[in-house]
């Protein structure tokens, strides 16, 4: 049975900062942009339009981070993610993180959809297609 196609979301996330995620040169630490990538693509599945039982698990297996200028705390920061690629079993994110409107980083996430009971990849729903 074939199902209908399902284009998949971009999302756009206001990041609460917390001092904690500064180092200790004030500004935003490079493990903070990557947790603040995952509240972006926790966003992104919970947007996508299938029932939940029947979204797949997906595991990360590439994370790239390219700083583009310094983030502080006290900025309003704001994350969109979009499925940048789609491939038979992985999803390629782009993930840009903006501080007062202007880029901080742009992340490149890479998941491969995976079977947790036999612990292996699967591939992605044939019916997902990447906006236009």
């Known amino acids: 049975m074939s199902k209908d196609p399902v284009t998949l979301p971009s999302v756009e996330n206001e990041i609460q900062v917390r001092f ?3 180092d200790a040169m ?3 630490s490079s493990g903070s942009y990557a947790a603040f990538a995952e509240v972006g693509r926790a966003a ?3 947007a996508v339009p299938e029932p939940r039982e029947e979204i ?3 595991v990360l297996v590439h994370l790239g981070l390219d700083f583009v200028s310094e983030g502080r705390f006290g ?3 704001t994350l969109s993610t979009r499925v940048a690629k789609l491939s038979r079993k992985t999803l390629t994110f782009e993930q840009i993180v903006r501080a007062d409107g202007e880029v901080a980083c742009r992340l490149e996430v890479v998941l ?3 079977d947790a009971e036999a612990r292996k990849s699967i ?3 044939s019916h997902w297609r990447l906006a236009e």
């Open 112 to 114: 491969v959809a995976f």
């Open 44 to 46: 992104f599945f919970k």
């Open 56 to 58: 797949p698990w997906f």
């Open 26 to 28: 004030g500004h935003i």
């Open 75 to 77: 900025q309003r920061f």
């Open 20 to 22: 904690s995620d500064t």
């Open 123 to 125: 591939e992605v729903p």
